[in-house]
């Protein structure tokens, strides 16, 4: 027995070796694509040498002798920290996945060649102005350095990711990021679903004026009646698709409705500012991965420096400031997509109807390679509209009667595509002025752009805006007829009819994704906004000063007070508080008693440390779905977070929206005092099985952690501790600190998944005090210590400084590389 003990351990010894050695074997193979950052490199392309000081946040700081030089330095910078997040963007656009990840990811491939979104930025090249096609080049060249270097050198293949999956690295092209723009374009563009969803649910409505209630316009202006949607096709059945899309696989750029994109931004003129100087703050708000799809980046170009938010693969400044002027972006919400019910000819389904007669669809074969599996050949079909989609993608087949297939309309499928030639003119405009003159070339996706230059603020929308027929049958918020000649687009509105706010009377201005204007269609802008809640905090702490500075724009960034828990509260609980006398202890009613005092003495603010939020979380949660479950049925899931405005209305009646409460299946009529009373139970019991009944000791933070995690290893077992970042947050869906939560049915409903993955602050009367920070780190290796060192800066709501200054770059540097042409 002791000689068999001994064999044991001496065998368990010496796998426990091995392990340690092939761990070690792994580190030095992966620890390889660590970029060293403090190096001199002969490259081809360049016209003199490149310095690229990296300071103590590892922002690169570019200098370059010309402008190409310059992009050229920024693309080697970028693919040394992002290679694998840039290639798996571009394959996302080029429809490629599958070819790494198999038919998990099939479905985002077969979406986005039905798009073509590649081969339109490929023809999009064509359309930028020279100084936009040389940075294009030189950015390419430089990314191509870095994949020549890491070819040479053997230096890992430039990521970890690399070793686990055979993904091969094409040399980059000027395409890709064009392409990569159109892909924002994807992620941040919803009306599609949109309008799919108002037809489903007119479709599920018995009573059509409800409609207006659960999908209800933002407050400020009536809409035209819209017709029932059956009544466009009488008499047609509509088949069941039962697949919404795929928008679950973390890659995914389709993103669910509650995601289409949001942000915020806000200016001051020098009149509303205690420094005498303009003030600008922007915080884009886009889903959390790590590392974050924000990367900070300085360039010095001919017309002076500029520095900001980049995403890796697009050569520019996204969001940011040079000397003389500071921007910031939001999504507009412009209605940019519709969808068209295309008839098919009963005796060619290879034509389909038009204004003028039968015509054959545009086709084109396409494969999609999948790695261990078979091909997937699919035929791609155009109308006049636009590209036909399948029923199984965004629920179409629910509102596609039989003999006909929807075709989709959108700005972003441009062949001309001038969006990236704008962005470059943008980050060389010294003045508000120039800066507008440069957004007139934008195309998608639409922004609100925000400016300041040292003595004046605007707002823009930009982007292209379809021009629509007045007698447009549904004002393109559901899928209309597309042989119908007025719900046909009519070309482009031009870019003088895009709304702008210059200099404003009373000095600021601002967007938190709400309604902007209040325009009759078809010059609206859009009927669906990202935002009726936060722009009511936002107001209230702007106008609660006189005069502005860096500081209080940040306290607003980092503000957590719920206008919506203030607001819905009072409505909901009006029947409930302090009524009848104390419960026993232990009993349901006792805990409910509990939650509602904690809940009388809240003040609304989302904090982390907080039972409040969660218990008022939770309750909203579950009294949207006892109002609707039994009105919508299955397709009560698509509305996965509480909508305010609608509760607003049921618990106000307004217009009888109180028939909401009244639970059809039961002989009662119940009310809203008996929903609210239910739907609290029902939270109580959820945070009790989850969390314990003690509400005291509840914390928002635990459930409401940001899950920056790793897009395709953040579900591996031991590895994803150590590559996703997790982080108890404050803040919620309708904060101005948005933490947008998960929604749904599933274990983590308030995740916070979707927020400001950067946060800027520029001050014109010290430029060098502006502050940035990101949500994550610069670096996409998990092995890098700049994988996640900005992550608790950016948690605790703290900053790290913006500065042109090169001294103070190079004082603090954690490396200088200086990129040497080869001798001629």
Same mark, same amino acid.
């Given at each position: ?98 070819? !790494? ?266 494969? !999609?390679? !999948? ?145 902007? !204007? ?15 809640? $936060? ?54 009613? $006792? ?150 939560? $998960? ?82």
């Amino acid at each position: 027995m002791r000689v068999i003990l001994k064999w044991l351990l001496r065998a368990a010894g010496g796998l426990a070796a091995l392990a340690l050695v092939a761990v070690l074997i792994a580190y030095v193979l992966l620890a390889r694509s660590l970029p060293d950052y403090d190096k001199r490199l002969t490259v081809e392309g360049l016209s003199a040498p490149v310095e690229i000081v990296r300071d103590n946040a590892n922002v690169p700081h570019v200098f370059g002798a010309s402008d190409a030089d310059t992009f050229f330095g920024l693309g080697y910078a970028h693919a040394q920290d992002r290679l694998w997040q840039m290639t798996m963007m571009r394959r996302t656009a080029q429809g490629r996945l599958s070819e !790494v990840f198999g038919a998990r990811t099939v479905r985002i491939d077969t979406t986005l060649r039905r798009f073509d979104l590649y081969n339109l930025a490929r023809a999009s090249v064509a359309a930028q102005d020279a100084a936009t096609l040389a940075a294009l080049k030189a950015y390419s060249d430089g990314v191509n350095a870095r994949l020549t270097e890491i070819n040479r050198e053997a230096l890992g293949r430039g990521a970890p990711e690399q070793f686990l999956f055979n993904a091969p690295v094409a040399p980059w092209q000027p395409a890709d990021s064009i392409a990569l723009i159109k892909l924002m374009a994807v992620q941040l563009s919803g009306h599609l679903g949109e309008e799919v969803l108002r037809a489903r649910t007119s479709l599920a409505l018995d009573n059509e004026t409800r409609l207006a209630d659960i999908l209800p316009d933002a407050p400020g202006g009536g809409i035209a009646a819209l017709p029932d949607y059956a009544a466009l096709f009488p008499g047609a059945q509509f088949a069941s698709a039962g697949d919404a899309g795929p928008t679950g696989h973390p890659l995914s750029p389709f993103k669910a409705r509650a995601f289409a994109g949001a942000s915020n931004a806000w200016a001051a003129a020098p009149g509303r500012a205690a420094s005498g100087g303009t003030l600008l703050a922007n915080d884009p708000h886009l889903g959390f991965s790590a590392p974050g799809i924000w990367y900070l980046a300085r360039l010095e170009l001919e017309t002076g420096g500029v520095i900001g938010g980049t995403i890796p693969g697009i050569p520019a400044i996204l969001t940011g400031r040079n000397a003389r002027l500071g921007w910031g972006l939001t999504s507009s919400y412009l209605d940019d997509q519709d969808v068209f019910i295309e008839r098919l000819n009963p005796d060619d389904p290879n034509q389909y109807l038009t204004p003028e007669g039968w015509k054959p669809f545009r086709t084109v074969r396409s494969i !999609v390679e !999948v790695k261990d599996a078979d091909p997937v050949t699919l035929t791609l079909r155009w109308t006049g509209n636009g590209p036909v989609l399948p029923g199984s993608h965004y629920d179409l087949g629910e509102v596609t009667p039989q003999g006909h297939v929807a075709a989709v309309g959108w700005t972003a499928l441009s062949r001309e595509d001038t969006t990236m030639t704008a962005a470059m003119r943008l980050m060389r405009a010294g003045s508000v002025e120039e800066a507008l003159e440069s957004t007139q070339l934008f195309v998608a996706p639409a922004q609100n752009l925000t400016l300041a230059d040292e003595s004046g603020i605007a707002l823009r929308l930009i982007g292209a805006m379809p021009r629509r027929h007045a007698r447009h049958e549904s004002e393109g918020r559901m899928p209309s007829r597309g042989w119908i000649p007025e719900n046909r687009w009519q070309g482009m509105l031009p870019a003088t009819a895009n709304p702008e706010f210059v200099d404003p009377t009373g000095g600021i201005l601002g967007n938190t994704n709400n309604k902007i !204007v209040d325009r009759p269609f078809p010059m609206h802008v859009s009927h669906h906004w990202g935002d009726t809640q $936060r722009i009511h905090r936002w107001r209230q702490l702007m106008q609660r000063r006189e005069v502005h500075t860096r500081d209080s724009f940040i306290e607003a960034q980092l503000d957590t007070v719920s206008f919506t828990a203030r607001s819905l509260l009072p409505l909901i609980g009006a029947d409930l508080w302090f009524t009848g006398e104390a419960a026993p202890e232990g009993t349901p009613e $006792r805990l409910r008693q509990r939650a509602l005092e904690l809940l009388a003495d809240w003040n609304g603010e989302m904090n982390e440390h907080l039972p409040e939020p969660l218990i008022y979380a939770a309750w909203v949660r579950a009294l949207m779905a006892r109002l609707i479950e039994d009105d919508l049925g299955p397709l009560a899931r698509k509305f996965d977070h509480p909508e305010p405005v609608f509760i607003e209305r049921v618990f106000r009646d307004v217009d009888g929206a109180s028939e909401w409460c009244d639970i059809r299946q039961s002989a009662a009529r119940e009310t809203c005092t008996d929903i609210a009373r239910m739907a609290l139970d029902d939270a109580l019991i959820w945070i009790s099985e989850r969390y314990g009944r003690s509400l005291e000791s509840l914390r928002w933070g635990d459930a409401h952690q940001a899950t920056q995690d790793h897009q395709v290893l953040g579900e591996v077992p031991l590895l994803r501790y150590f590559v996703n970042i997790r982080q108890s947050t404050s803040g919620g869906d309708n904060t101005l600190m948005r933490g947008r939560t $998960r929604g749904g049915a599933g274990p983590d409903p308030f995740h916070n998944v979707h927020g400001a993955g950067y946060r800027g602050v520029y001050d014109f009367a010290d430029p060098d005090s502006s502050v940035f920070i990101t949500s994550t780190g610069q670096s996409g290796h998990f092995l890098s210590r700049h994988y996640d060192d900005l992550a608790q800066l950016w948690r605790r709501g703290e900053y790290i400084p913006m500065s042109l200054d090169a001294g103070l770059a190079r004082a603090a540097a954690v490396g200088v590389t200086v990129l040497e042409p080869t001798a001629r």
